[in-house]
């Protein structure tokens, strides 16, 4: 069974946030540079742990623990899309026509409106949430390993004693290239 070491004083939660129609961009180069930015951003302003975290073509999944008596993850990841799209949207609105709904709430066109979150309820939860994620680029068949996809926090969780270096395929796998 692996080891997970984590903050324990905060709310942990999980969560899957989509591109908007599914597009495969957010593995590009601005997206991730943006993303990247974003993220370093908001967590000066308002402080939370990322504990898992992997980053796909059309969505992404990561599990956040924020600060005691603070839940607000909704401000946080509004701010982080409202960043990335600012960068970003004018690269990717090819052919894009907006809707009057999406006019209405300002929305660019990266991301999906909504997200889906799921409070973590106990180091059991934390665990199946964990290996979903790093076993994610695998179950879509964007990498024959966890080891060799570049957008997850798998390395890490290999380099603290989590997981051993095979964990989810063989280590040996061939590694997609993206931009």
């Not at 106990?122 to 199946?128: A, L, Q």
């Amino acid at each position: 069974m692996s080891r997970y070491r984590r903050a324990r004083d905060g709310q942990t939660y999980f969560f899957t946030l989509v591109s908007y129609w599914r597009r495969p961009i957010l593995c590009s180069v601005p997206i991730r540079t943006a993303l990247r930015s974003a993220l370093i951003d908001v967590r000066q302003r308002r402080p939370f742990e990322i504990d898992a975290w992997v980053l796909m073509p059309d969505h992404l999944h990561t599990i956040w623990t924020l600060p005691p008596d603070d839940a607000d993850y909704s401000t946080r990841w509004a701010l982080i899309k409202r960043l990335v799209s600012r960068s970003c949207a004018t690269q990717f609105e090819d052919g894009w026509q907006p809707s009057a709904s999406r006019i209405k709430h300002r929305d660019a066109s990266i991301w999906h409106r909504r997200f889906h979150e799921h409070k973590i309820r106990d180091e059991w939860d934390f665990e199946r949430h964990a290996d979903y994620i790093h076993f994610n680029p695998v179950k879509h068949g964007y990498a024959a390993s966890a080891a060799v996809w570049p957008f997850s926090t798998f390395h890490r969780y290999v380099r603290e004693g989590v997981y051993p270096a095979d964990w989810g395929g063989t280590v040996h796998a061939q590694r997609v290239e993206w931009d």
